[in-house]
T-cell receptor, first 113, second 115 residues
Framework: KAGVTQTPRYLIKTRGQQVTLSCSPI?????VSWYQQTPGQGLQFLFE???????NKGNFPGRFSGRQFSNSRSEMNVSTLELGDSALYLC????????????FGPGTRLTVT | EDQVTQSPEALRLQEGESSSLNCSYT??????LFWYRQDPGKGPEFLFT???AGEEKEKERLKATLTKKESFLHITAPKPEDSATYLC????????????????FGKGTLLTVNP
């Protein structure tokens, strides 16, 4: 079974721009969660989608948004990028909402200059 | 607020030298505790889930245990390929008694095993 895939793997953007990251979950998994990982803060929960609906949201500003499509693929968008948004963005999939075990993709490394 | 603290931050072992990593937590409504392994440049890889105090899980040289306040990841006779960052996460309700859960991660322990 193919694992979670994320595209692109690396991205360099300029302050003020916006960015869209994509995540394809494991086949059959309907829940997708997004995390931000930085050396200082570690892994922090952004939001979770299930059946095209956002179920939960972490403590991030409204510049961070996401959506899920009918095929369970998900995208997250960050608008008006700031230097502090530089991080590894990880997507995790699980069979159902708030399911115990989540399987992570390789992440997208975003650098904001 | 849910808190997960891992110690030590970094651990250097010689091949074959057994040790333990600690994960202490403060959460309300714990649903489960998870251990992940993360290699540089990769996403976390799921290792174990523990649900209740007293539970133990084993996989090769790794053994995870859980009490009411902390979890240990014991590494027996480690090999260089065990070198990685080990992450602990707890799953708890967003709201007391609610059915929406979130994962809160610790900052990890960077394990280096020298040959």
């Amino acid at each position: 079974k193919a694992g979670v895939t994320q595209t692109p793997r690396y991205l360099i953007k300029t302050r003020g721009q916006q960015v869209t990251l994509s995540c394809s979950p494991i086949s059959g998994h309907r829940s997708v969660s997004w995390y931000q990982q930085t050396p200082g803060q570690g892994l922090q929960f952004l939001f979770e989608y299930f059946s095209e609906t956002q179920r939960n949201k972490g403590n991030f500003p409204g510049r961070f948004s996401g959506r899920q499509f009918s095929n369970s693929r998900s995208e997250m968008n960050v608008s008006t990028l700031e230097l502090g948004d530089s991080a590894l963005y990880l997507c995790a999939s699980s069979p159902g909402p708030s399911t115990y075990e989540q399987y992570f993709g390789p992440g997208t490394r975003l650098t904001v200059t | 607020e849910d808190q997960v603290t891992q110690s030590p931050e970094a651990l250097r072992l010689q091949e074959g030298e057994s040790s333990s990593l600690n994960c202490s937590y403060t959460v309300s409504g714990l649903r489960g505790l998870f251990w992940y392994r993360q290699d540089p440049g990769k996403g976390p890889e799921f290792l174990f889930t523990l649900y209740s105090a007293g539970e133990e899980k084993e996989k090769e040289r790794l053994k995870a245990t859980l009490t009411k306040k902390e979890s240990f990841l014991h590494i027996t006779a480690p090999k260089p390929e065990d070198s990685a960052t080990y992450l602990c996460a707890v799953q708890a309700s967003f709201k007391s008694g609610g059915s929406n859960y979130k994962l809160t991660f610790g900052k990890g322990t960077l394990l280096t095993v020298n040959p």
